[in-house]
């Protein structure tokens, strides 16, 4: 007769082992109680860290002065009347060696500062890989050359109830390290960031270059003298970019609101009120599908100078971008999987039209709608009836341009149905005067020249609310209180997007934005 569990499935095992697991803790958590141990004190006082510890120490001069260290057990070894373990904090690991005769005269003494029960000795083997553990004594460097903290006393500064999952490592024999059960699967680790940052301390690393880039960008406006400001997530009209909104509802006011798409028309709000120039870092939402270069919910810049224009916020683009990287990487020239980009300027300038011909061979230049929708169809694009003349443009680029372009291009001069919000090019008719970054296959920056004119913007409304009408859900709907705002007179002004997000992604080589978003959106859990 066969047991039941000669049926399950390989995670229904795993997940069978870890309830097993986790009811044994807590079964030594309530002996742990039953002992007098506070297994969630409140605190502990920490006066290093592993990598200071490790880089400071002096084999010729150790220091005698004890330290006090705190971290989570990574890796446990028991030997009878001494243990090892490895504890991880916020800088790296360190080895912890352990003796009974030790540990059991720091329990005779009184409590720490902080009210912490120092353990006994017996007591330790109640404590697992994953809990987190609090060690007072003096640094020294083993018998197999492992600087380490040889423990006066340890407290528990918590229990862990769910073992991590720890990647087990061994070396062959020639050389070559070889991982067992990695936590790999990338919708468990997005789900449970925690525990992957727990487990795989370079994506920490990844998120603490994502903060410096951050900062970098941040630093380098401050500079400039432009001021940060915020604006409304929440707006009664959503524009700024062609996306389609959240909706949710205000109560109190019995109205329904948008999470913004975009910044754009507060900032320039703002410019008509007399900021020289004023910049946000924060939250933008648009509700559309997900992949390896959209998040719902995602991060931007977006900077509005005034008395300047698009060939001006290039050559500043350029500056940026290239401060950025040198700061966060080091260099100028960054590994993005099995390319290297160079963030060098200048950087190549094409047109938009002149790039679909690069790469199509189809001149598109003063084409109706109906003559690019059957180029289009000829290169195998989908055209329905709700895309205008812009939307097709838009696809052509898209599907035939935007993927191979790797280094750092500016695609200057857009079909004006494509920029609602961009001033008329100056000597171009029926383009207008906006750039994109593409880099790695993928937009990382817009700009305009701002149309600042109220009529020709209230005109650029009008169509697009034609093209809603036609189906084109993404069309932007028309703002009356920012025309109103255009008709005190903005002056002429260089406005820039840029995608934190994109831009983390290829400066820390990662391959999909989920990868560079600590909490990205996923499929609910059955």
């Known amino acids: ?42 605190g502990f006082e920490v006066t290093g860290f592993s990598s200071e510890i490790l880089e400071s120490f002096n084999d010729e001069a150790p220091s005698s002065e004890p330290v006090s260290v705190a971290g989570r057990i990574m890796s446990l ?53 994953g809990d987190i553990i609090g060690v007072v004594g003096k640094v020294f460097r083993t018998k197999m050359g492992e600087i380490s903290v040889h423990a006066s006393g340890v407290v528990l500064l918590s229990k862990s109830i769910r073992p ?29 960031r925690y525990v992957d940052l727990v487990v795989n301390t370079e994506v920490r690393e990844v998120f603490a270059k994502r903060a410096n880039i951050v900062s970098s960008i941040r630093r380098f406006l401050d500079d400039k003298g432009y001021l940060e400001v915020e604006t409304p997530v929440l707006q009664p009209i959503y524009g700024g970019a062609a996306a389609r909104p959240f909706i949710t509802h205000h109560n109190a006011l019995d109205i329904d609101f948008y999470l913004r798409i975009s910044d754009e028309l507060y900032l320039k709000r703002l410019i008509v009120g007399g900021f020289e120039g004023v910049y946000e870092i924060g939250k933008d939402f648009r509700n559309e599908g997900m992949d390896r ?44 999987g099995d390319k290297e980009i160079d963030f060098t300027s200048p950087w190549k300038r094409v047109t938009m039209l002149d790039s679909i011909r690069e790469a ?32 097709i443009i838009d ?37 207008v005067e906006r750039f994109e970054l593409i880099c790695n296959g993928h937009e990382l920056a817009n700009a305009f020249s701002e149309l600042n ?22 069309a932007m709907v028309i703002d009356d209180d920012y025309l109103r705002a255009l008709e005190y007179g903005m002056p002429p002004t260089a406005g820039l997007g840029i995608g934190i997000d994109r831009l983390s992604m290829i400066l820390t080589n990662q391959e999909s ?13 059955k």
């Open 453 to 474: 004119d109220p009529t020709d913007q209230r005109s650029r409304f009008e169509e697009q609310a034609r093209l809603r009408a036609r189906g084109d859900e993404e």
């Open 77 to 129: 070894r028991r030997m009878g009347k001494a243990s090892f373990c490895h504890i991880q904090d916020s800088k790296g690991r360190i080895q912890i060696y352990l003796k009974k005769d030790d540990i059991e005269a720091a329990s005779g003494k009184e409590e720490t500062e902080a009210g912490n029960e120092w353990l006994k000795y017996d007591e330790f083997k109640l404590i697992d890989i």
């Open 164 to 192: 991590l999952p720890i990647v087990k490592e061994r070396v062959d024999d020639h050389g070559n390290k070889i991982v067992f059960d990695p936590f790999s699967d990338k919708e468990l680790r997005y789900r449970q």
């Open 395 to 431: 696809a052509l680029f898209s599907e035939l341009v935007e993927p191979g372009l790797i280094q750092p291009t500016f695609i200057t001069d857009y079909p004006v149905e494509m920029s609602p919000l961009a001033k008329r090019h100056r000597s171009k008719v029926g383009l």
């Open 360 to 391: 199509t061979g189809e001149d598109v230049t003063g084409r109706s709608e109906q003559e690019v929708a059957q180029i289009a169809r000829r290169h195998q694009i989908e055209i329905d009836a709700s895309m205008g003349y812009g939307k």
């Open 1 to 42: 007769m066969s047991h039941p569990e000669e049926h399950l499935s390989d995670k229904e095992s795993f997940e069978l082992e870890q309830n097993d697991l986790v009811k044994r803790r807590f079964a030594e958590l309530e002996e742990l109680k039953k002992r007098g141990v506070n297994p969630y004190p409140y």
């Open 293 to 336: 270069s959209h998040n719902p919910e995602f991060s931007m810049l977006e900077l509005y100078v005034s008395f300047k224009d698009y060939n001006w916020m290039m050559r500043l683009v350029e500056e940026l971008v290239n401060h950025t990287c040198i700061r966060v990487t080091g260099g100028s020239k960054v590994k993005v």
């Open 513 to 525: 934005i989920r990868d560079v978003v600590f909490f990205p959106q996923v499929k609910p859990e």
